[in-house]
């Protein structure tokens, strides 16, 4: 009511104060996500992000990024989103990196017009990992048979209960080469010029904040409302955009909540998080956070 009642106001007579959306990504980057674990991915942001480029008068959007990676497709989209959503308002973006921006985090952060990190926060890891499990003797211990049959020669290729084959080992760092490269390209073709000339960069190692300012992966130190306020003045206001709430306040549920869950999905459901919380503390614990 007190914003429809301040637009009533002519806009010479109202209190001049620039508002600037913020956006706070925060966690691993995954397609999935679920109630237990909500997930960082196009589809849980793009509805906040349309909301904060939406906002006619604000010069720039803020993103707070916190991700120590994940998905590199999700990574993408939400990195295509950002710049598609910045040339279609013409708006700045400004990205402001917590404790980590790094791998698929800091291609997220490649959006931005500007990277402002603080001096220690890590970021680069510009590389492409995969990761899991072998169980080829388990099965013959505790004796049971595995039967698996395939149309297709390589149908079952990198089976964590078979023996490793070189072929699939040199299959997987192709797609790896690939993607990294994809990667590669996404960094010099957005920090250009202001890129140090260090064969580490691309090495999959990651910086502090203030190494990665040496480096040129990043624009500056700093954090979100001191930097604001030497740009925008004293009166600038940071308005966090978050999602749609009921009448009470309270977050709108989604489908699941809605019409009710019985108790086997709800156990399905807790498992499923119990395992994107590992999945996403492995991500966490690469950067000794």
Known sequence: MAGFLKRLVPKRFRKQETVIPVVRMHGAIMAGGSQFRPALNLASYAPL??????????PVVAISLNSPGGSPVQSRMIYNRIR??????NKKVLIFVEDVAASGGYMIALAGDEIIADPTSIVGSIGVVSGGFGFPDMLKKIGIERRVYTAGENKVILDPFQPEKEGDIEYLKSLQVEIHNVF???????RGAKLKDEPTIFSGLFWTGMRG????????LGDMKDVLRRRYGDKVKLQLISGARSLFGKKVPGVDAALGMNAERLAAG???GLAEVAEEKAL???YGL
Request: charged share 35%; hydrophobic share 50%.
């Open 49 to 58: 992000l349309d909301k904060a480029f939406s906002i006619k008068d604000a």
């Open 84 to 89: 598609q959503l910045a040339e279609e308002k």
């Open 184 to 190: 590669i390209d996404m960094v010099k073709m957005r």
């Open 213 to 220: 300012l040496d480096l040129g992966l990043i624009d500056g």
């Open 270 to 272: 807790a498992v499923s």
């Open 284 to 286: 966490w614990s690469r």
